[in-house]
């Protein structure tokens, strides 16, 4: 398999938070990740809406594996809500689609080769799926320490269910329930939003077929992260527990007539990704300075009308972070692309692969 090989060429995101204020330097711009929460653009961030806000988006989202020359593209409509210091989220694959370039299409591989079954879709035996409905995702991630608390960073514990709500007949999905689990730490350090996460994927097997569980990772940066335009770099990847796809050979036929193999090499690659994200000013002072995010629910309110010179500031000292913040307006679309071509003549972020 070749890591997590996910691209985005842009993605549009809505939300509402409670009735607006004047902007503050308590908050700073942040975005959803493909999965739905809080976070950088993959990489998650440890901080959570606040309590009664929520926020949506849609991505488009591609994913490259060595086995087959296998390209996945998704499109993943999310949303989250926050409850105190949890945040609800999930992202649903509306449109999922499978592209495997090998002839034939199944065959034996080695290490290196490119024959073989996919980790994540391993049932897959045409060119071309079409389009057809992907999995659902669903998690909880619970703040368990944050900046908005003059704490020196934010600690967080992520849970997600993948429910296999993909069409299994074109190989789509395994049909299996999947599990992930991961601990996220991040922080504003110096005008630089920084996260770190690390956790377990833990996959269901399909009939009569063994695919690899293993240790997710990653990290990333975004910078200036109060700026309207924002550098994001992450890395991340997978250590997977086995080293081969197996199943009994020739138990999957592919529409050209091939049969898949016994065992096929699986690796842990690491991958690399650098973006830019635009994020709209604004457009009156009585706007929410975020739609997915906003002051420390327990930062009071400031008034509408102006405070006198005389009159102490209504934001509280220990409120210098929100619990997690973001944009500027109520309604924000965000564009996020690279300066060189990817081969299918899109427009993604450029990503630099390591293999190990």
């Known amino acids: 398999m070749r890591g997590v090989k996910t691209l985005v060429a842009a993605s549009l995101a809505l939300g509402v ?14 975005v959803t990740t493909a999965s739905g929460d809080t976070g950088l653009w993959f990489v998650p961030t440890a901080e959570v809406l606040p309590s009664g806000t929520f926020s949506a988006s849609v991505h488009r989202t591609e994913a490259d594996f060595r086995q087959g020359n296998t390209n996945v593209s998704s499109f993943p409509i999310t949303g989250a809500i926050g409850a105190g210091h949890l945040e609800l989220f999930g992202a649903l694959h509306v449109v999922t689609r499978i592209d495997r370039d090998t002839s034939p299409l199944l065959f034996a591989s080695t290490t290196g080769e490119t024959g073989g079954l996919v980790n994540d879709f391993p049932t897959v035996t045409e060119s ?58 991040s922080g504003l350090v110096r005008n630089v939003e920084v996260s770190a996460f690390g956790g377990g994927a833990f996959r269901g097997d399909p009939q009569d077929i063994s695919i690899s569980d293993g240790l997710r990772w990653g990290s990333g940066l975004a910078f200036p992260a109060r700026g309207a335009l924002r550098v994001t770099a992450e890395m991340f990847g997978e250590y997977l527990f086995d080293s081969a796809v197996t199943a009994p050979a020739g138990l999957l036929v592919g529409t050209d007539g091939s049969r898949s193999p016994a065992a096929s090499m699986i690796d842990n690659d690491v991958t690399s990704s ?83």
């Open 17 to 30: 938070a409670a009735p607006g204020w004047a902007q503050s330097t308590d908050t700073r711009p942040a």
């Open 128 to 185: 071309f799926t079409g389009n057809h409905l992907g999995d659902l995702y669903l998690g909880a991630k619970l703040n368990l320490m944050s900046q908005a608390d003059r704490k020196p960073l934010a600690v967080a514990v992520r849970g997600t269910a993948k429910l296999p709500t993909a069409d299994t007949k074109y190989g789509i999905g395994t049909g299996q329930l999947d599990g992930f689990l991961d601990v996220i730490a």
């Open 274 to 356: 650098f973006g830019v994200t635009w994020q709209s000013r604004s457009v009156s002072s009585s706007a929410p300075r975020s739609p997915i995010g906003g002051r420390s629910p327990r930062t009071p309110r400031p008034p509408s009308a102006p405070i006198p010179a005389a009159m102490p500031s209504a934001c509280s000292s220990d409120s210098a972070f929100t619990r997690a913040s973001a944009t500027t307006s109520p309604v924000r679309c965000q564009s996020r692309g690279n300066f060189l071509p990817h081969h299918r003549h899109h427009q993604y972020p450029r990503y630099h692969r390591h293999h190990r």
